[in-house]
């Protein structure tokens, strides 16, 4: 009978969070590279078999429809501004390479997995301070705040793991 709270057991439940974790830290950045065509797309869904969604939100229809605009223009006058969202989309890459570490050796990389939750708690001030300064609807702000709010939470959980899985190896309760 092998046991659910041992060494083992512990360290699978550590890497399972992490694989979920970087993965949506991959996702999350790869959206970024296809930025003209993912606000293409989603601008016309909201014109079209997602109107319904449009019409309970007018307020976020116009935002996408606003962003799109822009992002457009951009692309069309100056595509060079875009390339701060490959930058973005890059280092949500290289972040996600850093967990490796706590991957392979969760005790002695720990430190990786307190970076990723300073970088989620740093989020909420990013967004309330330029948010504003780039003329960001308040309710958009909010749900940028929420990528580290949710973003912290298996990370929470890992470090908590890496504890108690450090715990163990040294014998202490």
């Known amino acids: ?8 057991a512990l360290l699978k439940r550590i890497r399972v969070w992490l694989i979920l974790f970087v993965v949506c ?3 999350s950045g790869a959206t970024a590279f296809p930025l003209v ?3 293409r797309l989603l601008d016309a869904s909201l014109e079209g ?11 976020l229809a116009e935002w996408i429809d606003r962003v799109e605009e822009g992002v457009r223009a951009a692309d069309e006058q100056a595509p060079y ?3 701060g969202t490959d930058w973005l989309a890059f280092a949500h890459l290289v972040i996600a390479i850093a967990f490796i570490g706590p991957y392979r050796d969760p005790v002695r990389n720990i430190w990786v997995v307190e970076f990723g939750m300073i970088a989620c708690v740093g989020i909420v001030p990013l967004a309330l301070i330029c948010g504003p300064v780039r003329d960001i609807p308040l309710w958009w ?5 929420s990528f580290g709010v949710i973003g ?7 470090r908590r793991m890496t504890k108690r899985l450090e715990a163990a190896h040294s ?3």
Do not use: C, F, K, Q
């Open 1 to 8: 009978m092998s046991d659910t709270n041992g060494p083992r």
């Open 25 to 27: 830290l991959v996702l």
């Open 37 to 39: 065509t993912e606000l």
């Open 49 to 59: 078999w997602a109107s319904p969604v449009a019409d309970l939100l007018p307020g």
């Open 81 to 83: 501004l875009l390339y």
């Open 141 to 145: 702000s909010v749900i940028d705040m």
């Open 152 to 158: 912290i939470l298996p990370l929470l959980h890992v």
């Open 171 to 173: 014998g202490r309760p």
